[in-house]
Structure formats: structure tokens, C-alpha cells
């Protein structure tokens, strides 16, 4: 059985470049090897510059970007604790079902789908909840194409003791973000997304207050897979007598190490600039065909746009015809916006005028054929 | 960074064929494409015959086999539960780490490491304990190199109103396993041993009576991603609108399918029968050689072998020269094997006499040198 080669203009994955696959293919080595753990080494040296931080526990979890939604929650997180999440789509719905089955206490602030966190709201949460001790918040929200200001959410959790979690699924190379400088505590993501690179894995950054608060804790984490203090002393101490926790993924890694490298080679400045450019040239292309983008130009998330559909277009049938007709895959809405969105992703690889002209031109047509 | 190519004789993972390797490295396309879902299809029908199961519920978890043992346990057991588990070495002590973390009673029937799973005394503790509602055990103990009578186990659970889970990452496709013949209800493995495949899935099976028990669960599963009731209606109604849960490691999947049509092409009984000509006559070359094994020959696992490290031979000085100086793998003893007893892997690809001999060969010439 041999795959279609699609073009992937959807939420994730993204297509991959050649060099990131052929790192993938090669001979898988040993978990233990000292190859490998040179490798990890080098994946997570690589990962602190993509996420702007020095976090020494900063690292890639061996399955996809939901295990780092529940990692993240799940280790700062014991029964009876409070935790603020920011809820303005699918995934902020995500992480109160995760805080809820650790039995803390989720308290919501909730923002209309489409439009990003209210920084005024979650401040007057803080006030009202002195007892919380997590703010959790989505960056770039996967099902909105919203972008919300984590640098101004993080602040005001520092300011009222709690550690902030940031879901940076959509974001992380694809749109600004500096966890040390905005001082954010937890950040994850998925290899699927701006980095371009095979889905199933979550790359993950912890600061010093976050392992802090881990260390601290009186219950031990639910999960086994996902209990944080069972890896923190190799990536703590540097030591290369790397305990046997699991078997890693290996050549996943050895692509996400490729991946990774095509971010430095780039640099992240040019990258989000990169981002912004193709979004900016689809937003175009977009209007001057009468498509209008579901979210206000402010709040956009370049990587992801939602598109609103047209009253007279299918939903199913265009997307169908671009996927058998041109190998082309668009994204349905997520959730509150199925049926009413198309989510078009211009990211990591795809993130190029030239590419978005490539999905437009061809979704116009679709549209005037069907 | 490229790796250098390793002959994998260690616990796993095992070489990876090519045809695996190159299936892999496809093209990317998206979680929810058609051609996706049919390829999750092809993998549940084939994961079923190397399961020797009808179960509809058979999957490939997004994760590494631990996923595997988690996700059974989670599911299976609500606070309060008590559960039985065989503990005979590494994994079946972190069976009930995972299962105390649910909140679950757990009650442990141990046997020395290096020998099987006792039937009797199981039987006796299933007495003991009429509220025990699960038993789980390890049927391949990659630790120790024993292989447990799993049919027997799984009978005695039956017989005493249990749901039997065994651990079967170092037998699946490498030794004798009839998941519906011998009533075992929940089954996971590791894609990166007997199925040669590379790290980081986790195929699973849950029969009817242990889909029943999630479905009368009174309490949540406490995790998120491991949550099997998120998964079921699609697998069990085998309906094409898959609910979105979590992006699949889509190109990991690809190279499952593979690994599977290759167990297929070659068929059960003759896989089986090759890892166990492989190690038969492996058995013989380090018995020739002076070399013990720790196991007592009738209770022996084909596809990884525990070998006494012998009193003047050192450990990590011989397997550090094996891998610096001939590329091979050789596994170290795990727990209280540590330093007493090399781990050798004859799995998948490597379960054939020749590659015994390459490793035979290779091994007593370095301990000659060294």
C-alpha cells in the first residue's frame, strides 16, 4: 500500500521536506547507544533556541502534541489545587477535561471562539481566585486560527504566583515566542505543525519554577508515561547514565533532529517573518476573490487562517473534489465551526506565497466547477 | 548528524528491514485523509492475525510500548478495584506502579527473577482474593529472558471471574500467542521487537468482556490520552466518520502496516517457528562456547536470550568493544541482572541462525581480546 502524495494545506501535518524524511529512514540504532544519546543531547540544544529559552529540562516526548497538554498538566497539577484555564477554543476545552480528572478545581475564563484570550478577564479571575496556582492558555488556538498575547497572559500569572502553561502546537517556529523572555513555564507542541516535521511527537520546555513545583509535589503524578520526575535527572544533571524509562522513538528523532536543524539554519526571525509573509499574501489573494478570513486581521495566527465559508459553496464537496481531484488537503472547522470554516495552514515548509497561491488558485477553481 | 549502522542484538529495538525503512519515509498525509483511514483498517485486520484475535477493538496506540501497559491497566481499573499481578521481573514490577498510581488494590504474586509466572501459586492468591477483578502478567519478561505459560494463566484468571492483560512486547509475532484461543482480554506489545519495526508504537487488543468492563466504568479514566472510550465507536462500528482525537504518527503507521504484510507474507506459525530455530541454535553455540544460560531451558523466551556474564569477563568493557569495534548491540542485564548477564536479542530480522553466528562469532572474539 503506497500513499497519494498530497499537498497538505490543512492543520497539521504539514508537508515534510525530503531531508527531514530521508533522516527519518535511516537504520535505527539503540535507545541506550551513545549515538543516541548524543543525539538527544543535540535535539534538546536545538529546541532551546526554537523555543527562546534555557530550560535545561527542555525536551521532545516520545507521542504526539496531546501528550503534551496532559504531561504539562498532569505534573503541576495535585487534587485540590486551582487551575485558571483560558478556554477561547477546542483545545482550552481540552485542558480543563485534563485538570478535571486530576480532581483540581478548573476555574474558566471563557472568550468567544474566534476571538483570543482577554487579558482583562483572566486579571480579574487572578483576583478573584487568589488560590489558584497554574494560568493555562492556548498561543495559537489549532481550531480558530487565533492568536493570543502569551506574553501579556504569562506576566499577569507571574504577578499573581501561579505558573503559566502555554499550548504552543500552532506556534512554536511559526509565530513569535520567547518562553525565557515572557517568562512562560510550561510550553509544548507537535512536530506536525510550523516545524514540519512527521506527526508523533511533542516537543516540551520546563523553567526552574515549574521543576519546582514538580519537586514539591505530595501525590505522585497519575501517569506513569507521563510523570516528569522519572526523566528530570539526566536532562538536570547532563549525566550520560541515562536511565531506562522507556524505549525512545529513535527515528522519529532522528527527524525531529533534522527538523529542528532546517529552524536554526533559517533562523526564527526569518521563519516568522516567512510565516507572516505567506499568511499575508493568502489574506490577500483570499479578499480579492470575496473570501473573507473568520478572524479580526489583529488577532490572526499566520500560520492557520480560517476562512469563512461561502453561503453558496459545499463544505464536504469542495474540500472532497480538491482532495481526489488535486491531492489537496484543506481542513474542515473544528468543533463550533465545523460546516461554517475552512481552515487553511500555511506552515513550516508550506509557509510561501508561491504555495499559497498554489492552494488558492486551486480552490477557486474547485469552487467555480462545483 | 547521521548515525552509524548497528547490528541490533540487544533487547530492541531489532534491525529494520528495508522495505520497513522505506515505508516509513513516505510521503506525509493527513490524519483524517480516506486513504489514512483505510490504511488504519489494513492495520487493525492485520494487527488481528498476528494477535490471533477477532477482537474489533485492535489498534496501534500513538506511543511506545509502556503506552501499551498503561492504557490497559488505566482502562480496566477504577479506584477501589483490586487487581492481581505476576511479578517475575522489570515490567510486571512497573505494572503495579502504574495500577497503585489508579488507586487500585494491588495484590502481587512473586516469582524469582529468571523463572516463570507459577500457575499454583497465582491459583492460590486468585482464592485468597475473590474481590480481585483483574490479573495481569507478563507473558515475554524482556528483563529475564522467561517466557510465562500465558494459556494457563489467562484460563485461571477466566475460571475465577477476572479479565486477564498481558504484557506481550518481546512475544508478539516471536512466540506462540492466541489471544482468543486462550482467553486473554487485553494484549499489548511494542512495535520495535519480533514485528522488526521501528520504536514507538504500541500494538493493543481488548476482547469483548474487557470493552464491556470500560463501558460500566463509574469513574473517568484519569488519563486524557490513553482514555480507549474516546477511540471505541469508531472501531467498534467501524464507521468511516473517525472522531478527530489525536493527530496519528501517520508515517510511524505507515511502517506498521509493513512490518504486519510482512508477518502475514511469512505466516504466524513459521515466524514463531524461525525465532525458535534461531535461538535453539544459539543455545548451542554458548553452551560450545563455555557460555551458561540463566533460564532453565524449558521456561527460555526464542527471541531474547539472559546469558550469565562469566566471572572474568567485564561487562561494559565487552559490550562497549562489541559497539565501538564491530557496531554491535548487545544488551546489558536490566534490575537486579545488572552487571550478571548479557541480554541477547534474536528478533524479527535478526531471528535466523546466521545472525546468531554474526553475534556468537563477534562476541567471543572480543572476549578473546579483551
Chains 1, 2 share one sequence.
Not at 503534551?68 to 497539577?77: D, F, I, P, Q, R
Not at 502569551?150 to 513569535?176: M, N, P, Q, Y
Not at 529513535?250 to 517573518?273: C, G, I, Q, Y
Amino acid at each position: 500500500m503506497s500513499a497519494t502524495r498530497r499537498e497538505l494545506f490543512g492543520p497539521g501535518p504539514t508537508n515534510v521536506p525530503a531531508s527531514i524524511l530521508s533522516a527519518l529512514a535511516a537504520p535505527t540504532i539503540g535507545h541506550l547507544d551513545p549515538e543516541f544519546l548524543e543525539l538527544m543531547d543535540l535535539v534538546s540544544q536545538r529546541l532551546r533556541y526554537a523555543y527562546q529559552t534555557d530550560n535545561p529540562l527542555t525536551f521532545v516526548l516520545s507521542a504526539p502534541g496531546s501528550i503534551g497538554m496532559e504531561t504539562s498538566l498532569v505534573n503541576l497539577l495535585e487534587p485540590g489545587d486551582t487551575i485558571i484555564i483560558c478556554i477561547n477554543g477546542v483545545f482550552g476545552g481540552r485542558m480543563k477535561e485534563i485538570a478535571s480528572r486530576v480532581g483540581a478545581t478548573v476555574i474558566t475564563v471563557e472568550n468567544e471562539w474566534g476571538t483570543p484570550v482577554d487579558p482583562d478577564q483572566l486579571e480579574q479571575t487572578l483576583k478573584a481566585h487568589p488560590e489558584a496556582s497554574v494560568v493555562a492558555f492556548v498561543h495559537a488556538e489549532t481550531s480558530t486560527g487565533v492568536r493570543s498575547d502569551a506574553k501579556t497572559i504569562a506576566a499577569l500569572a507571574r504577578e499573581h504566583g501561579c505558573l503559566a502553561v502555554a499550548d504552543c502546537v500552532t506556534s512554536l517556529s511559526g509565530v513569535e515566542l520567547k518562553v525565557d523572555e515572557w517568562g512562560i513555564d510550561v510550553a509544548y507542541s507537535g512536530s506536525q505543525k510550523c516545524l514540519s516535521c512527521v506527526p508523533g511527537l511533542s516537543p516540551i520546555t520546563f523553567s526552574a519554577a515549574a521543576v519546582e513545583r514538580i519537586r514539591r509535589r505530595t501525590h505522585p503524578v497519575q501517569s506513569w508515561f507521563c510523570d516528569i520526575s522519572l526523566l528530570m535527572s539526566y536532562y538536570e544533571t547532563g549525566e550520560k547514565t541515562r536511565a531506562y524509562h522507556h524505549t525512545a522513538p529513535v527515528n522519529s528523532l532522528f527527524a525531529m533532529a533534522e527538523a529542528l536543524r532546517l529552524v536554526e539554519e533559517e533562523t526564527l526571525e526569518k521563519r516568522w517573518d516567512r510565516h507572516l509573509q505567506a499568511a499575508a499574501h493568502l489574506y490577500q489573494r483570499l479578499e480579492s476573490a470575496g473570501l473573507e478570513p473568520l478572524v479580526a486581521a489583529e488577532h490572526r495566527l499566520p500560520p492557520l487562517t480560517l476562512v469563512k465559508i461561502p453561503p453558496d459553496a459545499d463544505d464536504a464537496g469542495t474540500r472532497g473534489a480538491l482532495l481526489n481531484q488535486r491531492n489537496i488537503e484543506l481542513g474542515g472547522g473544528l468543533g463550533k465551526f465545523a460546516g461554517k470554516a475552512w481552515r487553511i495552514g500555511l506552515m513550516g515548509e508550506n509557509a510561501t506565497p508561491e504555495r499559497a497561491d498554489y492552494l488558492v488558485d486551486a480552490l477557486l477553481e474547485v469552487m467555480k466547477a462545483g
